[in-house]
């Protein structure tokens, strides 16, 4: 496993279980990351995008953690969601919203 904080108890579960698919899987996630100019906190607030896109709220968690960590603020957040409206339509966006709050407030 990376140096990276583990971001859930289940991603956690999974690890134990399965770790060398999971350490493949980060590996993979970092070489992704290393692999062009996007970096920080733009790569976070893409891949928080995405998991909204999709409706993963455990994604949508963890990508919210990791760009506040990359120093995205609150405002940058909601904004990167807000943008979804007109791609992903408004229940879907506020929904992601309303997960990326859950842990904007802890």
Request: hydrophobic share 45%; proline share 5%.
């Amino acid at each position: 496993m990376s140096e990276r904080k583990i971001p859930s108890k289940h991603y956690h579960y999974l690890a134990e279980l399965y770790p060398e698919p999971l350490a493949f899987l980060e590996d993979l996630g970092v070489a992704l990351r290393d692999a062009g100019p996007i970096a920080g906190k733009t790569a976070d607030l893409i891949q928080l995008a995405a998991a909204a896109a999709i409706q993963s709220e455990g994604a949508v968690h963890s990508h919210t953690r990791r760009a506040l960590e990359a120093g995205a603020s609150t405002e940058e957040i909601n904004h990167a969601l807000l943008l979804l409206v007109s791609t992903i339509g408004f229940p879907r966006a506020a929904a992601a919203m309303s997960w990326a709050k859950d842990v904007i407030e802890k």
